[in-house]
């Protein structure tokens, strides 16, 4: 129904106004930005040590490949009347001793430097020292090779023949040492690197230690000899004649230890194993071996 003001206007119902609808597009949860740091790191790591590896790889490849080796040999002998004393002092080469001549020692000096330059490599051979000196039977060898550039290798090797009965002082860094056919006392220690005696016979106070490495004896302990044998890093393997006459103790921290030939039984508790005995009723010789984390066997031949 309509109404008349005093004005004369009509007015119909009122109706209220609302402002008009946008449309707004939905919002998305946004990714905090520190997961994608943790997400990001881990990969930019992942790819940074793969460029690295490939690089590094293809460097040693390179140098593999395009090395140069310069070698320089020595020859001297030394004239002995009695039982010689090789005293040596090793620091990175191997050492081989075998049995020559009766009345003298001969000792062959072989330096090795590999480079990827002629020159840096001939440099590296005069950087390297070796000195021999003789005082009655006792001839004491001193080698030295000190590395002045990072990408040269260096090594001194001896390669030594000696009468039959010689003892023994060796002190090593790297390498490996080889004796064949010796008879006598031998204090031996390598810091890095392998021992290994054939045909060899212990005789006096022996002491043989390796750090890491393996340590094997092929040969015989003579009546009253002791032998300690130690090793940290590596395996022990002894083969006697089963004549061996000698008391017996084993020790293995970390590994097994294996008796073959004689009744001497092992022991093991949880990781550690040993044994102590005797190969005979009266011994007359003593053998010690102990290996921290690796394996001993004494076998009978």
Not at 16 to 23: I, K, M, Q, W
Not at 82 to 95: A, C, F, K, R, S
Not at 170 to 193: E, N, P
Request: hydrophobic share 40%; charged share 10%; net charge negative.
């Amino acid at each position: 129904m309509n109404t008349t003001t005093d004005e004369g206007e009509s007015h119909g119902s009122v109706l209220p106004s609302f402002p008009p609808y946008v449309a707004t597009p939905p919002q998305r949860n946004r990714t905090p930005a520190f997961v994608w740091w943790l997400i990001g790191i881990p990969i930019m790591a992942l790819v940074l040590c793969t460029v690295a590896a490939v690089a590094i790889g293809g460097f040693a490849a390179f140098w593999v490949t395009h090395q140069v080796t310069q070698t320089t040999t020595t020859t001297q002998t030394f004239s002995v009347s009695g039982t010689p004393m090789l005293v040596i002092d090793q620091n990175v080469g191997n050492i081989s001793i075998a049995t020559g001549q009766p009345g003298q020692v001969i000792v062959t000096v072989e330096k090795h430097a590999s480079d990827v330059s002629a020159d840096n490599a001939r440099h590296s051979l005069e950087t390297m020292t070796a000195s021999l000196d003789q005082s009655g039977d006792t001839i004491t060898i001193r080698t030295a090779a000190s590395n002045d550039h990072p990408f040269t290798m260096q090594s001194v090797d001896l390669v030594i023949t000696t009468p039959s009965a010689t003892n023994l002082s060796i002190t090593m860094d790297v390498g490996s040492l080889a004796v064949d056919g010796l008879s006598g006392a031998v204090s031996a220690t390598d810091t890095t690197g392998d021992m290994e005696f054939t045909h060899a016979t212990l005789q006096g106070t022996s002491h043989l230690s390796v750090t890491t490495g393996n340590l094997s004896i092929n040969g015989t302990l003579a009546s009253g000899a002791t032998l300690d044998a130690r090793v940290v890093t590596g395996n022990a393997t002894l083969r006697l004649p089963a004549s061996t006459s000698a008391s017996v103790s084993a020790d293995a921290t970390v590994g097994n230890v294996t008796i073959q030939g004689w009744a001497i039984p092992v022991n093991r508790q949880v990781a550690r194993a040993s044994a102590s005995g005797t190969t005979a009723s009266h011994p007359n010789s003593s053998l010690s071996v102990h290996v921290t984390t690796g394996n001993i066997s004494i076998l009978s031949q």
